[in-house]
């Protein structure tokens, strides 16, 4: 019998710096001998698309309606076409560029925290956050965050303190450095869950 894969999510302010860790933190895993499938959320499914247009202002969504999407992403994600769920009965880690986490940071100012627990509650908890704590990288203009509902580093840590008390390992890793060594770091806090 295969061994069940271990669900990684990569959380964060800079999605640029997510990918690249993302990127660098699968191929340490693969040099280990572990099978590794790399994927993000929101996806490109039909929730997702909805939630990315939302996010650049082309279309435009109540709080809840966008809660409800979001959470919709991520069931469509788990299950055929989007297979998770598949991959890890499958013995292969998933990393995943943004999930529960995200999700829950980007509403927590506009709705009800336990509401947005309680819908996610079908979804698949990661095994392991990891939470690349950096400051969001400038647009051009100079404005700061990424699209509209970009999450604060406040609602971040009111997000993660809310999923620890329901059970999630989420380990933060200081960002201020440059990629190559925040990859690093986010590769000794996974060896050290593995260990664990």
Known sequence: MTDPGRLIALEGMDEGMLDTVADALSAWLRERGRRVEQTRTPTAGPAGT???????????????TLALLFTADHLDHLRPPGDILAW?????????????????????????????????????????TLFV??????????????QVGAPSRAGYGRCIDALRRAGHTI?????????????????REVARWLKG
């Not at 202002?57 to 709080?63: K, Y």
């Not at 704590?133 to 990424?146: F, K, V």
């Open 50 to 64: 909805q939630i990315r247009l939302h996010r650049q202002g082309r279309l435009r969504f109540d709080p809840a």
């Open 88 to 128: 890890l009965d499958a013995g292969h880690d998933v990393l995943c560029v943004r999930y529960l986490l995200f999700s829950c940071a980007c509403l927590v100012d506009r709705v009800d925290l336990d509401w947005l627990l309680q819908i996610n509650a079908p979804c698949r908890a990661p095994d392991l």
């Open 133 to 146: 704590d950096t400051s969001p990288a400038p647009l051009a203009g100079g404005a700061t965050g990424d």
């Open 171 to 187: 380990r933060r890793v200081e960002a201020e450095a440059p990629v190559d060594e925040v990859a690093r770091a986010c590769q």
